[in-house]
């Protein structure tokens, strides 16, 4: 059946995702279901088993991933509102070793929320309350399945902004967030969650509660626990609570897109940015010409003028946040004009927001580029840290290797690109091809991770491992290290119920 289901070419990919058959996992039965049906209310539970005969419709958006590249058969969704429900679910999995996958927004790229085969999805949609905030020292302890959006508005009205902004704010969760160790766009100023969060409450695979959500800034007691769970994508336990410490919000946002005419600029024109704006320099943004192209045709922002354009090769978004509005307009201004007046300038023109509605449409440019690589094809993402002077050899070289194997075709993979975040060496290369095919991933890999390592990169900056890239782990981590990822992860689930085939195969 696996097989059958695996073997058509497009589908191929599927093969190579699926994890061994389990051995001694249980899947969900009947029996399961009326014990659930005693822990949660009737809408929490979709199911197309009986007595609940959901329809397969219902379980489609949990089964399914945002790109539309992994899919997986679970035929139950859990949906609970409580830690302690979260706790009896996972008690009664661990008894009966039924797997489960946690899942936030199911807005991951690598495959993490997906289940590989039946495992339980546990959606945290409707753990979406703040327990408190405190507008004094901005610390903000929230459930994990609050959606990062409902939380920045939240804050607004305190005058504070979450340390973290992504693409996806509509949909993913605080939870996914901390479980992916996301980054984003506001990680050049307010560093990783690694920093930002205080303290988390997690559910452990056998239903215990861990309550690690302290508001304390600083706690020197020993192993700091909650650090594991950070980027640990669900393998390790279900966070139910996070607490996070929010900055002010800044008094004056502004932003300056910048046409360069080659890629080489990028690096000097960073160190000048960095310089020059110092303490008000937000985010530092690198959208490579193909990118941008796609971007203005799938509608996100406005194009610049056609002559702002011209010749350019790539482009930066430099925004800035600082406290007062005139400082900070002097200082982008005094920027733009060195930046132009230079004997060899490293930009061919700068477009300042003018309002409001400028700055977003700036933004939307870059923030844009996923989802109209999404529009364009299928994607194959990766999401890499390299020096950021190569950064565009890195995008080069992938295309003319596609180029050499006979695939860079509109019948086959119709662009190359890349885009991300210069301030943090994180370059997002992203292949589009008509359809996900094996030929096409054969072509990509080992050959990127082999690239990635030889600059002693790291195969994944911000998106984590999931089940994408579990083969390729040994490309960023050495053999001690995956030995002893792999002892904590045994620790912590000896049964392997938790996310199985995710980040460790
Ligand atoms: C348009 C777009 C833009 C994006 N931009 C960025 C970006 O700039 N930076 C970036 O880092 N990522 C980005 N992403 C990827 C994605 O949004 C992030 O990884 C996000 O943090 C995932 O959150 P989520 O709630 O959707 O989690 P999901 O996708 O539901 O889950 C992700 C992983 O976390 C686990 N998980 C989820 N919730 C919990 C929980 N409560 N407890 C334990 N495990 C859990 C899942 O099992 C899975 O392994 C982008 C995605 C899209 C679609």
Not at 61 to 86: C, E, H, I
Not at 411 to 431: M, R
Request: glycine share 8%.
């Amino acid at each position: 059946m696996l097989t059958a289901r695996c073997c058509s070419r497009t589908l191929a990919l599927r093969l190579r995702s699926c994890p061994p058959l389990r051995r001694s996992l249980s899947s969900v039965t009947e029996n399961d279901i009326l014990h659930f049906s005693k822990i949660l209310d009737p809408p929490s539970i979709i199911s197309t088993l009986s007595p609940i005969h959901s329809s397969l419709e219902d379980l489609h958006p949990f089964n399914n991933d945002w790109m539309r590249k992994y899919s997986g058969r679970a035929t139950t969704v859990l949906k609970p509102r409580t830690t302690q429900q979260v706790s009896e679910i996972l008690k009664w999995c661990h008894e009966r070793e039924i797997p489960v996958v946690p899942q936030g927004g199911n807005t991951g790229l690598v495959g993490g929320s997906i289940p590989l085969n039946d495992e339980v999805v546990i959606s945290m949609a409707n753990m979406n309350n703040v327990r408190s905030f405190d507008p004094v020292s901005g610390i903000l302890v929230a459930e994990a399945g609050c959606i990062l959006q409902s939380l920045t508005d939240y804050v607004a009205p305190h005058n504070h902004i979450m340390p973290l902004d992504l693409g996806a704010k509509g949909s993913c969760q605080i939870g996914g967030n901390v479980s992916t160790n996301a980054g984003g766009l506001r990680l050049l100023r307010y560093g990783s969650l690694h920093g930002s969060v205080l303290g988390v409450e997690v559910v452990l695979p056998d239903g215990t509660i861990l309550d690690q959500l302290t508001t304390l800034r600083k706690d020197n007691t020993g192993y700091d626990l909650k650090q594991l769970f950070i980027g640990s994508e669900g393998t390790l336990g279900i966070i139910t609570g996070v607490s996070i410490l929010t900055p002010p919000a800044p008094q004056a946002s502004n932003n300056v897109i910048l046409a360069l005419p080659h890629f080489d600029n990028v690096r000097p024109l960073y160190q000048t940015v960095k310089g020059q704006l110092s303490e008000i320099l937000s985010a530092f943004e690198f959208i490579d010409r193909t990118a941008y192209d796609l971007a203005v045709k799938h509608g996100q922002g406005r194009a610049l003028n056609e002559e702002d354009v011209e010749g350019a090769e790539c482009f930066v978004l430099v925004e800035t946040s600082g406290g007062r509005r005139e400082h900070d307009e002097e200082k982008l201004n005094d920027l733009l004009e060195t930046l132009l007046s230079a004997d060899r300038p490293l930009i061919n023109t700068g477009v300042l927001a003018q309002n409001p509605a400028q700055f977003s449409s700036l933004w939307a440019l870059r923030e844009g580029v996923t989802e109209a690589v999404s529009k364009e094809g299928k994607a194959y993402k990766y999401d890499i840290s390299v020096p950021l002077s190569t950064f565009k050899e890195v995008v080069d070289i992938t295309r003319n290797h596609l180029q050499s194997q006979g695939l860079l075709h509109e019948d086959a993979v119709s662009h190359v690109l890349g885009y991300g975040h210069v301030g943090d060496g994180n370059l997002h290369l992203n292949v589009i091809a008509k359809a996900y095919t094996q030929e096409i991933q054969d072509a990509l890999e080992p050959f990127i991770y082999e690239l990635v390592a030889s600059h002693r990169g790291s195969i994944s900056a911000e998106h984590g491992v999931g089940s994408m890239k579990t083969h390729a782990l040994h490309y960023s981590k050495d053999k001690i290290s995956l030995e002893l990822m792999k002892k904590i992860k045994e620790m912590f689930d000896p049964k392997g119920i938790m996310n199985p085939g995710k980040v460790i195969a």
